[in-house]
């Protein structure tokens, strides 16, 4: 019965693979949207203000920073949880692949998490006269505590390692 149970358990890790598989398609739909802002932009492009080609970048490169936060939760979530992913020898290989366990995950993803706030804090700033002053003050409260709460993680991780 004890054995029964732990192989159902362990068996059930496969319930994450097709949520991992959704993450693939919000990926080819970030990319999507990342191209359709491109498509937005360019008829746009020589008489676009600088403050507002810059604003579009800032997405441009918010996107890219969410699509490498999928990918790699994604590829390590899917390896580390569910089931090792073969790749062939001489084939393409993430180098960070097969190297992240979940601490390491954790620490990356906050990381991401921060970059992501930074570009949106940065947004705002640049476009500060239209937003109202408590909202400018809880988008910095809440990017501080992005921030704070990856110190804390990393914090934490790092007195793991030494015990």
């Known amino acids: 019965m004890e054995r029964t149970l732990e192989n159902l358990l362990y068996a059930s890790r496969w319930v994450l693979a097709p949520i991992y598989l ?9 990319g999507i949207k990342f191209f359709q802002e491109i498509l937005h932009v360019l008829p746009t492009i020589l008489s676009i203000k600088e403050a507002d080609m810059v604003l579009v970048v800032l997405s441009l490169v918010d996107i890219a920073l969410v699509g ?3 990918v790699m939760v994604m590829l390590s979530g899917y390896e580390n949880f569910v089931s090792a992913i073969d790749i062939k020898e001489g084939a393409e290989k993430l180098s960070w692949l097969g190297k992240l366990d979940s601490g390491s995950l954790k620490q990356k993803v906050a990381a991401s ?22 909202k400018l003050m809880w988008y910095v409260i809440i990017h501080i505590t992005f921030v704070l709460s990856a110190m804390g993680m990393a914090l934490v991780d790092r007195m793991n390692q030494h015990h």
Do not use: T
Not at 22 to 30: K, M, N, T, V
């Open 113 to 134: 998490i921060v970059a992501i706030s930074s570009i949106h804090l940065l947004k705002a700033f640049m476009n500060a006269p239209h937003i109202e002053n408590d």
């Open 68 to 70: 490498g936060l999928i």
């Open 22 to 30: 959704g993450l693939s398609l919000a990926l080819f739909a970030l």
